[in-house]
């Protein structure tokens, strides 16, 4: 034994072996690499389990391996193989190791690194990110270059991307712009179906028609083409829109350096080879226990009816379950931020949740947006309306728009709405509605200082005891250090979100600040923000506080109208709190 169990071996092409090494042993995983030579000189039950990162001639590997581990015979333990390629599908097999055996001699995975990389990404910046889909917004998104992982990036987009009817829109600029747009069009010929996709040149494009962009992915080669092309992006789109759509940069194996000072607020760097490789994703399963969830959730009912999961292609155990079945249940998980997003909820621990259901018109608004969904992932998986299904000429009669389904088929995207919160209580989640507090910027008068954050705290306790099942949300253009303490109170100490309402570039909001200090305070805080929510100037913000916010907090005196909206003062000049309603 080389290395100890359950140790991870490493086999491959460089330079991807030398990211996987780095990254498990950056989790303190034990990790070995291995020649693709030595690997077939060794003893297989050695390894605890074994990555395959896109190594040359996997066939040949995987058969030896196959047969030295003993073909079809049941073992004490089986080898776990990770076989890494760029995309899917997967690399052909032959017909014995593509339908092993899961409990035989060699478990073997496949991990499609773009995709998974995508999948990731979408889960950590969701299209929703930049923007506030119960008032109307719709997402755009702008892919600037299409090197690796904007394909699959793209691809996992359009798959999430529906809010809700209106269509929404990507805007991929490109070299060879065309010869792109073909090809792509030739692998999904009905992405026109999901979305507005448009092809442009790279050489900054035309941002001045259609609808605001949301969010921005820059994924250039040479690498450092995208951090120049961001950093003109940046100001172009601020100067069209008057705000600051948060830009995803593809960094490779870059290291981002420099303090908080440094970052420009609007710019997120990552390196989708590192996301993709971290443990929790390679071998942990992070990002499919919820796929798993559902899966299960599936095959349950499937048995509430008297008959036999096993019996159906769909109904497998987990281990068993065809890839394009496995892929099913992931965007169906994945598209669940989503749906939390239009309705104003989110997940937290189940043990701070009683008990949920989406109201009935949510639920039908949501039905709508699930047919969406799943008719995005038919369509770019190539199928096209028939009055009759046939699976193998992909025909499939629900290709229809929802009103036009049957009330039977109709129950059927209902069904899967309403049993998101079951969904989400098997993974150990409840779903609560958030509680918005708007914070408008203070008035010019209003003291800095522990008076002020005494108040604060005492809003904050009180209205935290007033809607203990509601999850409390912080919206403000964090713009004066007045309302950057109470936003800080709020996240520090009532665990709190925080919503940027962005109504000018941020580029500006910096600029404004008097020093050094105050910038990182005001950086730290746009770290921290869960959504950035871009406004059409003053007026855009004004009509956000009074259609969203369910609470307003004003630090100022009472003014003589009555308001509209459920509002607290917080006058510093008595020291006291008051209240248009109840508490």
């Known amino acids: 034994m080389l290395f100890g169990k359950p140790a991870v071996w490493v086999c491959g092409s460089e330079p991807l072996v030398a990211r996987i090494r780095r990254a498990l042993r950056s989790e303190r995983r034990r990790v070995r690499a291995i020649t693709p030579d030595r690997l077939l000189r060794l003893r297989p039950r050695d390894c605890g389990t074994l990555i395959l990162a896109d190594p040359p001639g996997a066939q040949a ?12 015979r049941r073992p004490v333990r089986s080898l776990r193989v990770v076989l890494i390629h760029r995309a899917d599908p997967p690399p052909t097999l032959s017909p014995d190791l593509a339908n092993l055996d899961p409990e035989g ?29 119960v008032l ?37 600029a490109c070299a060879d712009a065309a010869s792109v747009a073909e090809r792509f069009s030739q ?24 609808p605001p962009v949301t969010q921005v992915l820059v994924c250039t080669e040479p690498l450092g083409l995208g951090l120049d092309l961001a950093e003109r992006l940046a100001p172009r789109l601020a100067r069209i829109q008057g705000a600051s759509p948060p830009i995803l940069l593809e960094i490779g194996d870059a290291e981002p ?41 599936y095959t349950d009912s499937i048995a509430a009816q ?123 989640l409840g779903v609560v509605r958030v509680l918005i507090l708007g914070l408008p910027d203070p008035a010019s008068d209003f003291p800095m200082g522990s008076p002020l954050r005494r108040l604060a705290d005492q809003v904050l306790d009180r209205v935290l ?9 912080v919206a403000s253009t964090l713009a004066d250090p007045r309302g950057r303490l109470v936003a800080r109170r709020a996240l520090d100490r009532a665990g709190a979100g925080l919503w940027l309402l962005s109504p000018r570039p941020i580029s500006d ?15 730290d805080l746009l770290a921290r923000a869960e959504r950035r929510i871009t406004l059409p100037g003053v007026n855009g913000l004004g009509r956000w506080f009074s259609e969203r916010a369910e609470i307003i907090l004003t630090l100022g005196a009472e003014p003589t109208e009555t308001p509209a909206r459920k509002t607290i003062w917080l006058d510093p000049v008595t020291g006291s709190l008051e209240w248009s309603f109840d508490y």
């Open 61 to 72: 590997l995987l058969q030896d391996l196959w047969t030295r581990l003993g073909g079809q």
């Open 105 to 133: 001699p060699l478990c073997l995975e496949t991990f499609a690194l773009d995709d998974r990389a995508a999948r990731a990404l979408l889960a950590r910046w969701p299209l929703h990110f930049g923007l506030d889909p």
């Open 306 to 428: 008297g008959r036999d999961p096993a019996a159906e292609p769909a109904g497998q155990p987990w281990p068993h379950l065809a890839a394009t079945y496995r892929d099913a249940n992931r965007r169906q998980a994945d598209h669940l931020g989503a749906k939390l997003a239009v309705t104003d909820c989110r997940a937290v621990p189940e043990e701070r949740v009683e008990s949920f259901a989406f109201a009935p018109l949510e639920a039908e608004r949501l039905a709508v947006i699930e047919h969406l969904r799943w008719a995005a992932d038919r369509y770019l998986d190539g199928w096209i309306y028939a009055p009759k299904r046939d699976n193998a000429r992909k025909h499939h009669p629900q290709l229809v728009p929802y009103p036009d389904l049957s009330e039977p088929m109709k129950d059927l995207d209902r069904y899967a709405v309403r049993g998101v919160p079951a969904l989400l209580a098997r993974s150990g």
């Open 257 to 297: 350096r420099g303090p908080l000072e440094d970052w420009d607020g609007q710019v997120f760097p990552f390196s989708y080879l590192r996301e993709a490789c971290r443990p929790q994703v390679l071998l942990d399963g992070e990002g499919d226990r919820l796929a798993q969830t559902i899966h299960e959730h």
């Open 136 to 172: 109307g917004q719709r997402p755009h998104l702008l892919i600037a270059g299409f090197a690796p992982p904007a394909r699959a990036f793209l691809l996992q987009a359009l798959r999430l991307i529906h809010y809700g009817e209106e269509r929404s829109r990507v805007t991929v």
């Open 187 to 210: 692998s999904y010929p009905l992405a026109a179906q999901v979305a507005e996709i448009c092809w442009v040149p790279l050489d900054i494009p035309d941002l001045g028609s259609g």
């Open 509 to 523: 909001l910096l600029r404004d600040q008097p020093d050094d200090r105050t910038r990182r305070d005001l950086l």
């Open 465 to 473: 005891a007033r809607y203990p099942d509601r999850s409390l949300i």
